[in-house]
T-cell receptor, first 116, second 115 residues
Framework: DTEVTQTPKHLVMGMTNKKSLKCEQH?????MYWYKQKAKKPPELMFV???????INESVPSRFSPECPNSSLLNLHLHALQPEDSALYLC???????????????FGQGTRLTVV | AQSVTQPDIHITVSEGASLELRCNYS??????LFWYVQSPGQGLQLLLK??????LVQGIKGFEAEFKRSQSSFNLRKPSVHWSDAAEYFC?????????????FGRGTSLIVHP
């Protein structure tokens, strides 16, 4: 199994809603990532978890709250988002911590988020 | 500033024609180099990577890339493009020393394939 699975594929939410994005991998990878990608732009790093601990937060607003319940699962909790937060949210994993080595990133298909 | 540059926003080729996508970096030492592809509505997939050794790297889907130290380049090539190669291509670099090995992505090149 070399897949990173993200759910849901599409999400429309109001600015007062609370929702969560889910990401799962069963490759035994020990690092997981959240990226945000706007149209026609490269992915922008948001968070990195290594060994289930948050290791990098790229100054992301607190309305985005990551969670890593175990080594296979990564969630992104969303609350009070703004329309400009509409984007493709990509989850990725790598074999081990990016503090040690430039590991290949394995990406999920993403969640297309629209904030109305 | 240290960075990665993809000079071409769009490239249009005919099916069956050859392809070269450009990538340049500006680091003092050789960084770790990657090419990823993103098909419409999909996540990114690694095509190939270069860390050291043979400067011509073979990847998946018939792609190859050549590292040229003198030109600070890592250009992606394919001898004969298929319609299914239409996608966004990202060059990514990881600085050669210290701290964190998180890749920095170029802005991407959109490949359009004409029948």
């Amino acid at each position: 199994d070399t897949e990173v699975t993200q759910t849901p594929k599409h999400l429309v939410m109001g600015m007062t809603n609370k929702k969560s994005l889910k990401c799962e991998q069963h490759m035994g990878h020990r690092a997981m990532y959240w990226y945000k990608q706007k149209a026609k732009k490269p992915p922008e790093l948001m968070f990195v978890y290594s060994y289930e601990k948050l290791s990098i937060n790229e100054s992301v607003p607190s309305r985005f709250s990551p969670e890593c319940p175990n080594s296979s699962l990564l969630n992104l909790h969303l609350h009070a988002l703004q329309p400009e937060d509409s984007a493709l949210y990509l989850c990725a994993s790598s074999q081990d911590s990016p503090a040690n080595h430039p590991y290949t990133l394995f990406f999920g298909q993403g969640t297309r988020l629209t904030v109305v | 500033a240290q960075s990665v540059t993809q000079p071409d926003i769009h490239i249009t080729v005919s099916e069956g024609a050859s392809l070269e996508l450009r990538c340049n970096y500006s680091y003092g030492a050789t960084p770790y180099l990657f090419w990823y592809v993103q098909s419409p509505g999909q996540g990114l997939q690694l095509l190939l990577k270069y860390f050291s050794g043979d400067t011509l790297v073979q990847g998946i889907k018939g792609f190859e890339a050549e590292f040229k130290r003198s030109q600070s380049s890592f250009n992606l090539r394919k001898p004969s493009v298929h319609w299914s190669d239409a996608a966004e291509y990202f060059c990514a670099v990881v600085p050669p020393a210290g701290g964190s090995y998180i890749p920095t992505f170029g802005r991407g090149t959109s490949l359009i394939v004409h029948p």
